[in-house]
């Protein structure tokens, strides 16, 4: 289903499968984190693609650092940031959020920062901010 860090990549099971070089894999989005998270985040990017496609909304890219903490580059040319914590009723709230207040604005975000416990921040490609405060 995807490319796994820049030697390998991922099917839907979860399966890591290394190889030399995985760039004649390119037009398939990039998953990248410490080799024993490959389930985790296969798992999760199936989950997040669905959830997303709602909004028509597409991953190029999804990260897990060492600390849990979960980001993701969309299609659309903006980044989305989780953190560690309730990622997937994060994800449900931005879905929730973008469909009513951003969906009309795509072009101008360049990130999305879900790391609130009530809220998020966008960062326009202008350099300005706009926090959201409360979950609707």
Do not use: C
Not at 23 to 30: K, R, T, V
Not at 101 to 119: A, F, H, P
Request: a negative charge; hydrophobic letters at 40%; charged letters at 25%.
């Amino acid at each position: 289903i995807a490319r796994w860090n820049n030697d390998g990549f991922i099917n839907r099971e979860g399966t890591l499968v290394k190889v030399e070089s995985n760039a004649a894999l390119a037009s398939l989005p990039s998953l990248s984190g410490d080799d024993d998270k490959s389930n985790t985040l296969a798992k999760n990017y199936v989950f997040f693609s669905e959830l997303l496609k709602i909004n028509g909304l597409n991953i190029t890219a999804l990260r897990v650092d060492s600390t849990m903490s979960w980001s993701m580059v969309l299609e659309q040319g903006f980044e989305l940031v989780l953190g560690r914590d309730e990622i997937h009723e994060k994800l449900e709230s931005f879905s929730f959020i973008y469909n009513k207040y951003l969906s009309n604005k795509t072009v101008k975000i360049d990130r999305v920062d879900m790391r609130y416990e009530k809220g998020l921040a966008v960062k326009w490609k202008d350099d300005t901010q706009l926090a959201v405060s409360q979950y609707q």
